[in-house]
């Protein structure tokens, strides 16, 4: 079956660190990349995607991601966080032309930014 | 414009109930899908509506059961409820089309007792 893998599941870093979220997805063929935010109390927002064309995207909020098919990998960036970046990150992927536009969701990474 | 909304924000109910959430899209958009998230883990997929019609099936079982209406709202409706249903159930809508991206409602926190 399809996966979605973070395995940082609670990262703590201090403002102006840089920041890498990893994620690695179970696919062979073409996916549809996304990471999403769910800051405190808010819904989930839209970080980035990737569909085709520079494996390097850029997003809101000065995040990035970098799509590596021979990894299968779609790794987050920051180069340095704020205390307003503290939020869980979900990285997730839809499989093109499947009758659903279903979403896969990893199990987030709680990212905690102390001031 | 108005977001996804949902409604209630908070629900409990005890074991054996059946509940009913509801969900408006955004204004245009056709397609609902519902999520469902427990506490630490990525939002599942239950179902995905387009046009009043199922599009997509999770791997939930038969309790689950959802609509969609005339004016593209949907309700999600789940019978005899378990401990284990208790989680935030999200809408997303989207205009459909290739791009894929999907708009979250703030959930709703189903809590069985």
Redesign the interface.
Known sequence: AQS?SQHNHHVILSEAASLELGCNYSYGGTV?LFW?VQYPG?????LL?Y?SGDPLVKGIKGFEAEFIKSKFSFNLRKPSVQWSDTAEY?C?V?L?H???????????TRLSIRP | DAGVTQSPTHLIKTRGQQVTLRCSPISGHKSVSWYQQVLGQGPQFIFQYYEKEERGRGNFPDRFSARQFPNYSSELNVNALLLGDSALYLCASHGGGSNYEQYFGPGTRLTVT
Not at chain 1, 98 to 108: D, L, M, P, T, V
């Open positions: 979605v549809n999403y808010q819904h989930l927002q839209l995607k569909f979900f997730a839809i093109p499947s009758s659903a536009s279903k979403i896969i969701f990893g199990s987030g």
